[in-house]
């Protein structure tokens, strides 16, 4: 099917409510090329709409407590790691679709 450009000004990015957190596991699942189970601890799943229609999935979680590369790029030392990761967050699913409903 062919569709016709979306302009980026009338998409937006949004938090997936609870009520359709069954939704975006299962198009995760469905899209994803590493699948999809479930998040555990800190996370967040938000979704682009054009209107009602979902465009991108994108899941966060918590940051790993220790990535050495990261630390060292952000030039933490242990205490401030300690007292900050939780401004941090990993990407962990990104599905752009356009045959996604």
């Not at 090329?33 to 682009?48: K, S």
Request: aromatic share 10%; charged share 25%.
């Amino acid at each position: 099917m062919e569709h016709s450009p979306i302009p980026l000004r009338e998409v937006q990015v949004r938090s997936v409510r609870p009520d359709e957190e069954p939704r975006f596991d299962a198009l995760m699942r469905t899209h994803h090329y590493l699948g999809f189970r479930n998040y555990c601890g800190n996370r967040l799943r938000q979704v682009a709409v054009h209107g009602e229609r979902w465009l991108a999935l994108l899941g966060w979680h918590a940051a790993a407590l220790h990535c050495g590369a990261r630390d060292r790029w952000i030039g933490w030392t242990s205490l401030q790691r300690r007292q900050r990761l939780f401004l941090v967050l990993n990407q962990s699913r990104y599905v752009l679709s356009r045959n996604m409903c």
